[in-house]
């Protein structure tokens, strides 16, 4: 069986549609539909349904992922843990992280390891704490990012890497005053928050219950992108760390609100105690540290 083309599936699965797993392995469109029809055809089964909300696995397709996933970790483990003839780190590492550290700082990672070591290949998902947990347990990533301000768990290794501010974040408005605003404040206008699993979103969202916001007065966006420009637009306010909006900030799109304090968020390197450690992880690993813990 060719792994690749077992890579491929597990990538849309991941990313629940064909685009995004093309853009996340490098290939066009048209290869990850290949490369899925020519798995379907050679296990006999369909293994993907296109719908409106993405693709998402069959039953076959349900079925072949635990295997999959299983091969693609002792693929890179041999890959990691067999040296190479130029005696050089090589191989793919699978990193899970929260979206937005994949816009704002994960982009100078993958330059940083391409130009140190050409023949280590970093594999980007996104995902928030609770999938990145469970992907480090199932040996489906290599390692895992994961922004909270507080983390305990027992069965995984832990290191803080860095921290990243958070801030509430409004369209300018000049008839607004720029006097603090309260939970009670912000509980009285649409919220635009990330989707569950976000650590500083859901923080604000029991914050807003606790207010007596009503669940209609949230929405929930997959996108960092799709929410900085609805907040832009006047449809409501939001909280993102601080470097996700850097620019907008910089050209007055968005300001930041003077409101109740917002807790940093500290980013946490995940990994699994009982996994060896080959070169091709550690390049990646020195490389988050040197990048996250930069001022």
Same mark, same amino acid.
Do not use: N
């Given at each position: 069986?060719?792994?690749?083309?077992?890579?491929? %599936?597990?990538?849309?699965?991941?990313?629940?549609? %064909?685009?995004?797993?093309? =853009?996340?392995?490098?290939?066009?469109?048209?290869?990850?539909?290949?490369?899925?029809? @020519?798995?379907?055809?050679?296990?006999?089964?369909?293994?993907?349904?296109?719908? #409106?909300?993405?693709?998402? &696995? @069959?039953?076959?397709?349900? +079925?072949?992922?635990?295997?999959?996933?299983?091969?693609?970790?002792?693929?890179?483990?041999?890959?990691?843990?067999?040296?190479?003839?130029?005696?050089?780190? !090589?191989?793919?590492?699978?990193?899970?992280? &929260?979206?937005?550290?994949?816009?704002? *700082?994960?982009?100078?990672?993958? !330059?940083?390891?391409?130009?140190?070591?050409?023949?280590?290949?970093?594999?980007?998902?996104?995902?928030?704490?609770?999938?990145?947990?469970?992907?480090?347990?199932?040996?489906? @990533?290599?390692?895992?990012?994961?922004?909270? #301000?507080?983390?305990?768990?027992?069965?995984?290794?832990?290191?803080?890497?860095?921290?990243?501010?958070?801030?509430?974040?409004?369209?300018?408005? +000049?008839?607004?005053?720029?006097?603090?605003?309260?939970?009670?404040?912000?509980?009285?206008?649409?919220?635009?928050?990330?989707?569950?699993?976000?650590?500083?979103?859901?923080?604000?969202?029991? +914050?807003?219950?606790?207010?007596?916001?009503?669940?209609?007065?949230?929405? =929930? %966006?997959?996108?960092?992108?799709?929410?900085? +420009?609805? $907040?832009?637009?006047?449809?409501?306010?939001?909280?993102?760390?601080?470097?996700?909006?850097?620019?907008?900030?910089?050209?007055?799109?968005?300001?930041?609100?003077?409101?109740?304090? $917002?807790?940093?968020?500290?980013?946490?390197?995940?990994?699994?105690?009982? *996994?060896?450690?080959?070169?091709? $992880?550690?390049?990646?690993?020195?490389?988050? *540290? !040197?990048?996250?813990?930069?001022?």
């Amino acid at each position: 069986m060719d792994t690749e083309l077992l890579r491929t %599936f597990v990538a849309v699965v991941q990313s629940h549609g %064909f685009t995004a797993a093309a =853009r996340e392995l490098g290939y066009v469109q048209s290869t990850v539909t290949g490369h899925v029809q @020519t798995l379907e055809r050679r296990l006999g089964a369909r293994l993907l349904d296109r719908l #409106p909300a993405g693709a998402v &696995p @069959t039953e076959a397709g349900l +079925r072949l992922l635990p295997y999959a996933e299983q091969l693609l970790s002792l693929q890179a483990r041999m890959v990691a843990e067999v040296p190479s003839r130029a005696g050089r780190p !090589a191989g793919t590492v699978r990193l899970i992280a &929260p979206e937005s550290l994949c816009a704002s *700082r994960l982009p100078a990672l993958v !330059a940083a390891v391409r130009a140190a070591e050409p023949a280590v290949r970093l594999a980007l998902a996104p995902g928030g704490t609770a999938a990145a947990l469970d992907a480090v347990r199932r040996a489906s @990533t290599d390692i895992a990012l994961v922004l909270e #301000p507080v983390l305990t768990v027992a069965d995984l290794h832990l290191d803080a890497v860095g921290t990243e501010d958070v801030v509430l974040l409004d369209a300018p408005d +000049r008839d607004r005053t720029a006097a603090p605003v309260t939970w009670s404040d912000l509980a009285g206008r649409d919220a635009l928050l990330l989707e569950e699993g976000c650590s500083y979103s859901d923080d604000a969202a029991r +914050r807003l219950l606790a207010a007596g916001q009503p669940a209609a007065r949230r929405t =929930r %966006f997959g996108s960092i992108e799709a929410v900085k +420009r609805c $907040v832009a637009a006047g449809l409501g306010w939001t909280v993102l760390p601080a470097v996700t909006a850097a620019a907008e900030l910089q050209d007055g799109t968005l300001v930041a609100l003077a409101g109740p304090p $917002v807790a940093a968020c500290t980013v946490h390197l995940v990994t699994h105690p009982d *996994r060896s450690t080959g070169p091709a $992880v550690r390049v990646v690993v020195d490389h988050l *540290r !040197a990048l996250l813990t930069q001022p």
